[in-house]
Structures are given as structure tokens and as C-alpha cells.
């Protein structure tokens, strides 16, 4: 049987503390909504990272009850994802879903905080720096300044330039959330990166439990620097509607 979760607490029971659908409810702040069914539970989640999603967690079969529930009851620009085994059995239940891509969600509950060391919080009078750094440093990131769950920035100089940055952004109240790194092309490999990263995650992890990410499955050097900074590995990935071939197209 189907059933509506409307508040953290059963949500956190009914996924067994997995923290990323604690972190898609967005504490139920943000027009998420979430279900739970045969051990299974899914959360859709707008815009969170920039995304309209729907995490999936649990038993495969009640996971792809809960999609084809879910994406009716949201929207087919919704995108199902979850843990790798677990969305592929999704798509073979429902084979009007198509695979889009693996990515990877790293988290940890702590940071080595020496290792902010030289990184700061930016006033918003810099955010225009941040900007044009990530213009050229990161252009497909999917934090921006000014956008929407994008709470803040931190930033390190050298030469008084801002050379590298990192966002305080979609983080819920159960799970800090790191987005938008980038360091200066021409200063990579010098640890700045891991300073900006480091300074927003010792500061989320002071008001909750874990932090998080999403970073790209191929991206060898990024999760190299998550790993030394404490975070571990989990991959995941997401499916989409085949418009030509869900139920009810013509």
C-alpha cells in the first residue's frame, strides 16, 4: 500500500537513514513531496541541484511502483535516479524509462578543518568575482550566483585574485550540500580546491550530520580531492521518460 510522507521523521524511518532522500526532501520546504510503498520509498524534489528529480531508495519493486506514481503525480520532466542497481531494475519494470547517466554522491560526517586553511567566506560584493571565475573554471556547474538555493559562497586569492570557489547550496536540514567548485585552470593541483571545500563543509557539518555532493562519475581528480578530504564514494544514476514510448503516447 501506497502512502504520503509528510514529514522528515517517517521519511528518515521509512528510507533507513539513507541520507540521499533526506537531503532530495529539502525538509519539505520546497514543494517536495515523498512516498513510501513495499520497503520502498521515493522523494521528488524540484529543482534540487538545479534538477527536478526523483530519488528512489529501497526494494526494487516497490521503487518502480513508487516512480510510475510519482512521475504522474509531478511530471514526466522528472528524472527517477537512485543507487546504479537500483534504477537499472526500475527501467527493466518500466520500459518507458530511458538510462541518462551515472554520477557519483560522496558524503562524510567529517572534515579535517585545518585544511580550510586560507579559505573565507565572500561578502556578496565579490559574487561577481565568483561569476566570472566559474565562467571559466567550471561553465556546466550547476550552482550559479544568484540562483535560487544557492545560499553562499566561500573563496581562496592568491594575488589578491580570486582563484578558487565553492557554494553553500540546496542544503537541507538533515544534509549540508557542496556545489559549484572551481578552481583557476592555470593554479589546479595546489590543493585550493580542497581549501574552499573543506571550510564549507566544517561549517555545515557544525549544524548537522553529514554533508554531501554530486560529482561527475569520470571525474577522477574531483573525487580524488572529496576522498581526501574524508568523503566516500556512491554511485548512482538517473533515467528519463521516453516521450515516444510511456503509457498513453501517441
Known amino acids: 500500500m501506497v502512502e504520503e510522507i509528510t514529514d522528515i521523521h517517517t521519511l528518515a ?21 515523498a512516498w513510501s510503498a513495499g520497503g520502498a520509498v521515493a522523494v521528488a524534489a524540484p529543482r534540487a541541484c538545479a534538477r527536478d528529480r526523483i530519488v528512489l531508495s529501497g526494494d526494487h519493486k516497490g521503487a518502480a511502483e513508487l516512480a510510475a506514481l ?27 524509462l530511458r538510462f541518462t547517466q551515472a554520477f557519483g554522491w560522496m558524503d562524510t560526517s567529517e572534515v579535517p578543518r585545518e585544511a580550510a586553511s586560507g579559505a573565507e567566506w565572500l561578502g556578496e ?32 586569492r592568491a594575488g589578491g585574485a580570486l582563484v578558487a570557489v565553492a557554494a553553500d547550496a540546496w542544503s537541507s536540514p538533515e544534509v549540508g550540500f557542496i556545489s559549484g567548485v572551481g578552481t583557476d585552470p592555470a593554479l589546479r593541483g595546489q590543493g585550493l580546491g580542497r ?42 544514476a538517473s533515467c528519463r521518460v521516453d516521450a515516444e514510448g510511456r503509457p498513453g503516447a501517441r
Open 13 to 33: 524511518e521509512a528510507c533507513h537513514g539513507d541520507p540521499y532522500p533526506l537531503w532530495a526532501a529539502q525538509g519539505f520546504r520546497k514543494g517536495g513531496r
Open 70 to 96: 510519482a512521475l504522474e503525480e509531478m511530471g514526466t520532466g522528472f528524472r527517477p535516479q537512485g543507487d546504479l542497481a537500483l534504477v537499472r531494475s526500475v527501467m527493466r519494470q518500466l520500459p518507458w
Open 125 to 156: 560584493v565579490e559574487w561577481p568575482e565568483v561569476a566570472e571565475l566559474l565562467t571559466r573554471a567550471n561553465p556546466d556547474s550547476y550552482a550559479r550566483v544568484g540562483m535560487d538555493g544557492v545560499s553562499r559562497w566561500a573563496g581562496c
Open 195 to 236: 581549501k574552499v571545500c573543506a571550510l564549507v563543509a566544517g561549517d555545515l557539518l557544525e549544524t548537522r550530520p553529514l554533508v554531501a555532493l554530486l560529482v561527475d562519475a569520470d571525474n577522477d581528480p574531483a573525487i580524488a580531492l572529496y576522498r581526501r578530504l574524508g568523503f566516500t564514494l556512491r554511485i548512482v
